[in-house]
């Protein structure tokens, strides 16, 4: 299954609706849907020109000079054209099916990613109340397992061990900062100090960013920081991070 990048399509020779002509030769259609079993996928290029905002530096070899475009000359889609290709696609889809969105731009997005759309969007699919969205990840991708019209997600991180499935690490402060990967809603992430201490319950900025303080309790030396993600189907993953603690130092006069 083939999904436009994204937003780096985007140039001054190549407005919206050309902008996608290097895809269409090398993959096909940007816009295209398919039944696998009682599952219905429906692709669409939701990257959509708002103008051409100019270039900028970047280091990244594989852009021409050096440069790419800036990224806010988009916003996120779909066009009216692609709300009624999907509802014309489920014409044909019994309603208890899974039905499956996959696009670039988040269907939440905010900023110059929000896309108006999503109320036409949400009524053009309210036949068939087993859809979610699938969108695009950075630096990895998304096994999608689908058994009848149940479905389970997984992510494998890009030039890492598929076991890779989260960074941690600690700052002076004592801050520890998990980075769980492909996070969602309804997660959940326990840190601690092994062995002897009890895990805690972390707060989280976003559904992959999680936050918790070191214990101010901890005896110098050397320690292991235990950090377990649940995620929305009850599967765990743990990593671990070493850390080293001095001895206090006596406050000189």
Not at 1 to 10: A, K, P, R, T
Not at 139 to 164: E, I, K, M, Q
Not at 191 to 213: C, L, N
Request: aromatic fraction near 8%; include cysteine; glycine fraction near 10%.
């Amino acid at each position: 299954m083939n999904i436009l990048s994204g937003h780096s399509s985007l140039t001054a020779e190549h407005p919206d609706f050309d902008a996608d002509e290097t895809f269409e030769r090398v993959f096909g259609p940007t816009d295209y849907a398919f039944q696998y079993g009682r599952a219905h996928f429906i692709v669409l290029d939701n990257v959509i020109d708002q103008r051409f905002a100019g270039m900028r530096d970047t280091g990244h070899p594989g852009w021409s000079d050096g440069q790419m475009p800036v990224a806010n000359n988009c916003r996120g889609g779909p066009r009216a054209e692609q709300i009624e290709f999907g509802r014309n696609s489920l014409r044909f889809v019994p309603a208890d099916d899974r039905v499956v969105l996959a696009f670039h731009i988040p269907i939440e997005g905010g900023g110059v990613h929000r896309i108006p759309e999503q109320r036409a969007l949400s009524q053009a699919l309210s036949s068939h109340p087993h859809t979610f969205s699938l969108s695009g990840s950075l630096s990895g991708h998304t096994h999608l397992h689908v058994d009848g019209n149940r479905y389970t997600t997984g992510f494998r991180p890009a030039r890492r061990d598929p076991g890779h499935r989260m960074s941690v690490h600690v700052g002076e402060d004592g801050l520890i900062t998990a980075n769980v990967f492909n996070g969602a809603e309804g997660d959940r992430v326990t840190m601690r100090i092994v062995p002897g201490s009890t895990a805690s319950d972390s707060r989280k900025d976003s559904h992959h960013i999680w936050h918790a303080s070191l214990p101010t309790d901890v005896p110098a030396g050397t320690h292991v920081i235990e950090v377990v993600h649940t995620d929305l189907y009850g599967r765990t993953v743990s990593a671990h991070h070493t850390i080293r603690i001095g001895a206090p130092q006596p406050i000189r006069p």
